[in-house]
């Protein structure tokens, strides 16, 4: 009988790393991330700097080529962009096909994917102009996607995009107008949502992007690679995690129960987590999370709800966690999704939107990351190997054996 688990050897070397804690999977020129010291660049720049001094078509043209648009490249950019933002009527169409109650990340699944129906020229991937070409499809319809299926969900006419709006007020416009009613824009609130899509852009080789590079390794083509991150971002560890933590927010309900919750996060017999808390690769405060604490503030003093119930709960739950021996030895900090989700509901966007935001801010990022896999000419079918323990080989037993 040959152990066929040492014919790993005759192979070569390869390393057992499950959750892939140390193992880059591949070399990236768009994100850095220092989550020692609590450090995110954007193609060198501070997320600090970004938030502050740009707007989400910056940042998207930022990570799409390598450098801040001059404000020819811009305007360029953002027509390009807004020219691209309907949807193709039979797509819609496509809608209807799901039951109304559908959570909208399964639409998005599905609409994204079917893209890939209507845009045949993506599928030839070694074609620079044809990859940039579906990259510009994907950062303008995202938001119209995202909002139908909203509309769908509860009810409501459709509303199309307009070439007037930026790109954050045209998705409030999309969710939030009505055929009998315009949607006041109020700029505070603009500036927020376009602060959610900047802090949430990219973050290099996260698990939905890691999944649209390991499917794009393969030359799906980039609906499909998209539609495949979509699906991995829904999960609760991942994207879903700001739905997640607004839920356990409400749940907790009140300053006086927090104890009991932070007790059940830290007893190991069950599952239970913190949502919100803690990171893959941060081992400090995620920069993201005190920007969004930021914004958070901005928001509830514009709209005249500073003593918000929840943003009180989160603050004190936030600062009972840092001072506890548990979070603290191992290092478990608020991350991005601890704040967002405050800030989305005062946006008065539901919880059920949430991860769907998360996909529209992330498809930049996605479509980056692919385009410079694709755009490598070295770039391999990504085949992870494993390391089996199962049965070692051996022999089909006489029938009689087998009785
Ligand atoms: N609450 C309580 N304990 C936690 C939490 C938490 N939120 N997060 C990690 N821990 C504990 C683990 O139980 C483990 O403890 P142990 O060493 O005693 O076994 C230790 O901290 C390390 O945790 P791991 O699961 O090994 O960390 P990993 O890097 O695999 O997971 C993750 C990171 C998934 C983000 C995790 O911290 C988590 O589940 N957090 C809650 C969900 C969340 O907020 N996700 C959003 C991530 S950010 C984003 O996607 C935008």
Known sequence: VVD????????????????????????????FIDGDEGILLYRGYPIEQLAAQC???????????????????KTSFDNTIKNHS??????????????????????????????????????????AAHREQSAFRLIAK????????????????????RNNLSYAENFLHMMFAVPTEEYKLNPVLVRALDRILILHADHEQNASTSTVRLAGSSGANPYACISAGIACLWGPAHGGANEACLNML?????????????????????????????????????PRAKLMRETCHEVLNELGLQNDRLFKLALQLEKIALEDEYFISRKLYPNVDFYSGIVQRALGIPTFMFTAIFAMARTVGWVAQWSEMISDPNHRIGRPRQLYTGITMRNIPSAALRK
Do not use: W
Not at 55 to 73: A, H, K, R
Not at 143 to 152: D, E, F, H, R, S
Not at 266 to 276: A, F, S, V, W
């Open 4 to 31: 066929i688990r040492t014919l790993h050897a005759k192979s070569g070397m390869f390393t057992y790393d499950p959750g892939y804690i140390s193992t880059a999977s591949s070399s990236s020129e768009i994100t």
């Open 55 to 73: 707007d989400f078509i910056d940042v998207c043209y930022l990570l799409m080529n390598g450098e801040l648009p001059t404000s020819e490249q």
């Open 86 to 127: 309907m949807l193709h009527e039979q797509l819609v169409k496509f809608y209807t096909g799901f039951r109304r109650d559908a959570h909208p990340m399964a639409l998005m699944v599905g609409v994204v994917g079917a893209l890939s129906a209507f845009y045949h020229e993506a599928m030839d991937i070694t074609n």
């Open 250 to 286: 409400e749940e907790i309900g009140d300053v006086s129960r927090i104890d009991e919750y932070i007790q059940r996060a830290k007893n190991k017999d069950d599952p239970y987590r913190l949502m919100g808390f803690g990171h893959r690769v941060y081992k400090n405060f995620d």
């Open 142 to 161: 995202l938001p119209t996607i995202a909002a139908m299926a909203y509309k769908y969900n509860i009810g409501q006419p459709f509303i199309y995009p």
